[in-house]
Protein backbone atom coordinates (compact mmCIF):
# COMPACT_ATOMS: atom_id res chain seq x y z
CA UNK A 1 0.00 0.00 0.00
CA UNK A 2 1.39 3.16 -0.82
CA UNK A 3 2.37 5.82 1.92
CA UNK A 4 0.33 8.67 1.87
CA UNK A 5 1.85 12.27 0.94
CA UNK A 6 2.38 14.25 3.40
CA UNK A 7 0.32 17.94 3.28
CA UNK A 8 3.53 20.09 3.35
CA UNK A 9 5.01 17.58 0.61
CA UNK A 10 2.10 18.31 -1.89
CA UNK A 11 2.56 21.89 -1.21
CA UNK A 12 6.46 21.51 -1.82
CA UNK A 13 5.85 19.30 -5.11
CA UNK A 14 3.36 21.94 -6.37
CA UNK A 15 5.77 24.75 -6.00
CA UNK A 16 8.08 23.10 -7.99
CA UNK A 17 5.25 22.00 -10.63
CA UNK A 18 4.74 25.66 -10.54
CA UNK A 19 8.23 27.14 -10.62
CA UNK A 20 8.99 24.34 -13.16
CA UNK A 21 12.02 23.67 -10.73
CA UNK A 22 14.00 20.21 -9.86
CA UNK A 23 16.78 19.60 -8.07
CA UNK A 24 20.32 19.02 -9.99
CA UNK A 25 23.16 18.22 -7.56
CA UNK A 26 26.04 20.26 -7.78
CA UNK A 27 29.59 19.50 -6.98
CA UNK A 28 29.01 21.63 -3.57
CA UNK A 29 26.36 19.04 -2.37
CA UNK A 30 29.06 16.08 -3.45
CA UNK A 31 31.63 18.04 -1.15
CA UNK A 32 29.24 18.50 1.72
CA UNK A 33 28.29 14.91 1.66
CA UNK A 34 31.81 13.50 1.59
CA UNK A 35 32.82 15.93 4.36
CA UNK A 36 29.86 14.98 6.93
CA UNK A 37 30.29 11.29 5.79
CA UNK A 38 33.60 11.66 7.24
CA UNK A 39 33.01 13.46 10.37
CA UNK A 40 30.88 10.31 10.83
CA UNK A 41 27.44 11.65 10.04
CA UNK A 42 24.98 10.50 7.94
CA UNK A 43 22.75 13.04 5.77
CA UNK A 44 20.62 11.65 3.32
CA UNK A 45 18.02 13.99 1.60
CA UNK A 46 14.88 12.40 0.14
CA UNK A 47 13.05 14.07 -3.17
CA UNK A 48 11.22 16.60 -0.78
CA UNK A 49 14.54 17.70 0.99
CA UNK A 50 16.30 18.06 -2.42
CA UNK A 51 13.42 19.82 -4.03
CA UNK A 52 13.30 22.53 -0.85
CA UNK A 53 16.88 22.90 -2.09
CA UNK A 54 15.79 23.53 -5.67
CA UNK A 55 13.53 26.31 -4.53
CA UNK A 56 15.98 28.22 -2.47
CA UNK A 57 18.52 28.11 -5.44
CA UNK A 58 16.28 29.47 -7.59
CA UNK A 59 14.95 32.01 -5.95
CA UNK A 60 11.38 30.88 -4.89
CA UNK A 61 11.99 30.40 -1.19
CA UNK A 62 14.33 31.86 1.75
CA UNK A 63 16.31 29.82 3.85
CA UNK A 64 13.71 31.31 6.50
CA UNK A 65 11.06 29.77 4.35
CA UNK A 66 13.16 26.04 3.63
CA UNK A 67 14.25 25.28 7.54
CA UNK A 68 10.27 25.80 8.26
CA UNK A 69 8.57 23.79 5.01
CA UNK A 70 11.18 21.34 5.84
CA UNK A 71 10.41 21.13 9.51
CA UNK A 72 6.85 21.09 8.96
CA UNK A 73 7.29 18.22 6.63
CA UNK A 74 9.70 16.22 8.90
CA UNK A 75 7.15 16.72 11.86
CA UNK A 76 4.47 15.26 9.62
CA UNK A 77 6.66 12.30 8.29
CA UNK A 78 7.17 11.70 12.05
CA UNK A 79 10.94 12.20 12.14
Known amino acids: MPRRQSATAAVIREMARQHHVHYVGTESDVFAHHVTRLAGDTVILDDIEQTLLALQ?????SRRDVVRLQASYL???GL
Open 57 to 61: RAGHL
Open 75 to 77: REA
